[in-house]
């Protein structure tokens, strides 16, 4: 039975919007479920990934406006996710100097939306994103990215790794903003096909990622706070790969 345009609840409905292909976001679920069917669930969001919260039974009353949902409630994104050989394939018919943006498990919808929006005012060819602990496209992120969510390509992968390979194998370049570096953004080489890794808002761009680099590279901070906010950071980062390519 379905809520409204995001929502999903019940095990059932939602095992039903999974087989379907369905593009479901995020599920919600009350601690302590059993039986046959949560079972099932359970095996399904393990086979596509998706990611779980456990939550007070409050939680999904407020999400399912107090209906019957049997302890489990899904958020089916708004937008569609694209395969990332598609994805890449699409930005080279595009252009030759594709820019793509990669999200090394950055949680914050708010970032993620401020992200998306200075991205396609960039001229960003697309996001990846990693199908667990990324921050969701939910109407938070939709809202903060003004809109920029539906016309900008998104893609989810099980891995960032993934997507390093597959940008890799198509002489796509690669540069992490992190302060691991001596290096400065201004140093980087933009005019060319490249992808922007940018890190989580507590840890940066994790370690095995950075090895994988073509480039590290960070901004000059001239002042007393040590780091700037992740979607402030990607935005200095475009636009100086805008700065570059005019």
């Given at each position: 039975?379905?809520?409204?345009?995001?929502?999903?609840?019940?095990?059932?409905?939602?095992?039903?919007?999974?087989?379907?292909?369905?593009t479901?976001?995020?599920v919600?679920?009350?601690?302590?479920?059993?039986?046959?069917?949560?079972?099932?669930?359970?095996?399904?969001?393990?086979?596509?990934?998706?990611?779980?919260?456990?939550?007070?039974i409050?939680?999904?009353?407020?999400?399912?406006?107090?209906?019957?949902?049997?302890g489990?409630?899904?958020?089916?994104?708004?937008?569609?996710?694209?395969?990332?050989e598609?994805?890449?394939?699409?930005?080279?018919?595009?252009?030759?100097?594709?820019?793509f943006?990669?999200?090394?498990?950055?949680?914050?919808?708010?970032?993620f939306?401020?992200?998306?929006?200075?991205?396609?005012?960039?001229?960003?060819?697309?996001?990846?994103?990693?199908?667990?602990?990324?921050?969701?496209?939910?109407?938070?992120?939709?809202?903060?990215?003004?809109?920029?969510?539906?016309?900008?390509?998104?893609?989810?992968?099980?891995?960032?790794?993934?997507?390093?390979?597959?940008?890799?194998?198509?002489?796509?370049?690669?540069?992490?903003?992190?302060?691991?570096?001596?290096?400065?953004?201004?140093d980087?080489?933009?005019?060319?096909?490249?992808?922007?890794?940018?890190?989580?808002?507590?840890?940066?761009?994790?370690?095995s990622?950075?090895?994988?680099?073509?480039?590290?590279?960070?901004?000059?901070?001239?002042?007393?706070?040590?780091?700037?906010?992740?979607?402030?950071?990607?935005?200095?980062?475009?636009?100086?790969?805008?700065?570059q390519?005019?």
């Amino acid at each position: 039975m379905q809520n409204n345009t995001t929502n999903i609840f019940g095990i059932r409905a939602i095992i039903e919007a999974i087989e379907s292909g369905s593009t479901i976001s995020k599920v919600y679920l009350q601690k302590g479920l059993r039986g046959d069917l949560y079972f099932e669930l359970d095996k399904l969001l393990k086979k596509h990934k998706i990611s779980i919260s456990v939550v007070p039974i409050e939680k999904l009353d407020r999400l399912s406006k107090h209906n019957n949902h049997q302890g489990a409630v899904a958020k089916i994104s708004p937008v569609e996710f694209y395969d990332i050989e598609a994805l890449i394939e699409k930005a080279f018919e595009a252009t030759k100097k594709p820019i793509f943006i990669l999200l090394d498990q950055l949680s914050d919808v708010r970032n993620f939306g401020a992200i998306i929006r200075t991205a396609e005012c960039t001229g960003v060819s697309g996001i990846i994103i990693q199908k667990s602990g990324s921050a969701p496209v939910n109407a938070d992120t939709i809202k903060t990215s003004a809109g920029a969510a539906f016309k900008i390509p998104i893609c989810k992968v099980d891995h960032i790794k993934d997507a390093i390979f597959h940008l890799k194998s198509s002489e796509v370049k690669l540069v992490a903003a992190t302060e691991k570096t001596e290096e400065l953004v201004y140093d980087v080489d933009f005019n060319q096909p490249i992808a922007i890794v940018m890190g989580a808002e507590d840890k940066g761009v994790s370690t095995s990622v950075l090895k994988m680099m073509d480039y590290k590279a960070k901004l000059p901070l001239l002042g007393d706070i040590e780091s700037l906010n992740v979607s402030v950071a990607c935005g200095a980062f475009l636009y100086e790969a805008v700065r570059q390519r005019m």
